[in-house]
C-alpha cells in the first residue's frame, strides 16, 4: 500500500519563527488533507489540497502531486500552533502519515 | 465549519464491562462516519466506516464482535467495545462526513475519547 512519510518527527521553536513541515507519499494519490490535532486531542482540518497551493493566514499548503509531497508552511509561529500535524491521503482507502509533533516556546 | 460531538470525553472502565461511545453532528445530517483509534504519539489508525442504515465496514484486523459501530441516524453513530481488556484502552475518534464515503474534504472530527481499562 500507500506509504505516508512526515518530517520532521519533532520540531521545537520559538514564537515567531516559521516552519515547513514536509509529506511525502510512495504513490498518486486522489487526495490529500493536512490536519492538526491539538494537545487535548481535537482534530482541525487544515487544507484540502489534492494539488497546488493555498493559504489561510499564517499557514499555507503546497502539494505537488507529480512529485508526490506536499509542504505546510507555518509562519509567525504562536504558542496555539502546538500540537501534531498531520497528512492523509486516500486513494482506496484512508492512510495517515504519523505526524510532526510541534511545540513553540514563548 | 461543521460542528461534531464525541462523548464521553473520558472513561475509565473495568476489565470484562462493555463502554459506548457516542458521535453525534449537531449541525449537518452526517450520511458517513469513521471510526479511528490512536495509541499515544502515534498517528490514526481507521477501525470502520459506516453509512447510515448500513452495516459497518471493518478494517482488516478489525474484530467486529469486540467493536460494535451502530449508524441509526443521519446524526448518530455509536461505537460499543465489548468485554474491555487493558490492551483495549487507547484514544478513539470520530468523524462525520457530509458526503457519503468521503473523508475529504468534507469530514468533521469529534473532540475523541480517552478510555482506560483497569
Known amino acids: 500500500g500507500i506509504q505516508v512519510e512526515q518530517s520532521p518527527p519533532d520540531l521545537i521553536l520559538q514564537e515567531g519563527a516559521n516552519s515547513t513541515l514536509r509529506c511525502n507519499f510512495s504513490?498518486?494519490?486522489?487526495?490529500l488533507q493536512w490536519f492538526h490535532q491539538n494537545p487535548w486531542g481535537q482534530l482541525i482540518n487544515l487544507f484540502y489540497i489534492p494539488s497546488g497551493t493555498k493559504q489561510n493566514g499564517r499557514l499555507s499548503a503546497t502539494t505537488v502531486a507529480t512529485e508526490r509531497y506536499s509542504l505546510l508552511y507555518i509562519s509567525s509561529s504562536q504558542t496555539t500552533d502546538s500540537g501534531v500535524y498531520f497528512c492523509a491521503v486516500e486513494d482506496d482507502k484512508i492512510i495517515f502519515g504519523k505526524g510532526t509533533r510541534l511545540h513553540i516556546l514563548p | 465549519g461543521a460542528v461534531v460531538s464525541q462523548h464521553p470525553s473520558r472513561v475509565i472502565c473495568k476489565s470484562g464491562t462493555s463502554v459506548k461511545i457516542e458521535c453525534r453532528s449537531l449541525?449537518?445530517?452526517?450520511?458517513?462516519m469513521f471510526w479511528y483509534r490512536q495509541f499515544p504519539k502515534q498517528s490514526l489508525m481507521l477501525m470502520a466506516t459506516?453509512?447510515?442504515?448500513?452495516?459497518?465496514?471493518?478494517e482488516q484486523g478489525v474484530e467486529k464482535d469486540k467493536f460494535l459501530i451502530n449508524h441509526a441516524s443521519l446524526t448518530l453513530s455509536t461505537l460499543t467495545v465489548t468485554s474491555a481488556h487493558p490492551e483495549d484502552s487507547s484514544f478513539y475518534i470520530c468523524?462525520?462526513?457530509?458526503?457519503?464515503?468521503?473523508?475529504?474534504?468534507?469530514?468533521?472530527f469529534g473532540q475523541g475519547t480517552r478510555l482506560t481499562v483497569v
Open positions: 468523524s462525520a462526513s457530509l458526503t457519503q464515503g468521503a473523508l475529504f474534504p468534507e469530514a468533521f
Open positions: 449541525d449537518f445530517q452526517a450520511t458517513t
Open positions: 459506516s453509512n447510515e442504515g448500513s452495516k459497518a465496514t471493518y
Open positions: 504513490d498518486s494519490v486522489n487526495n
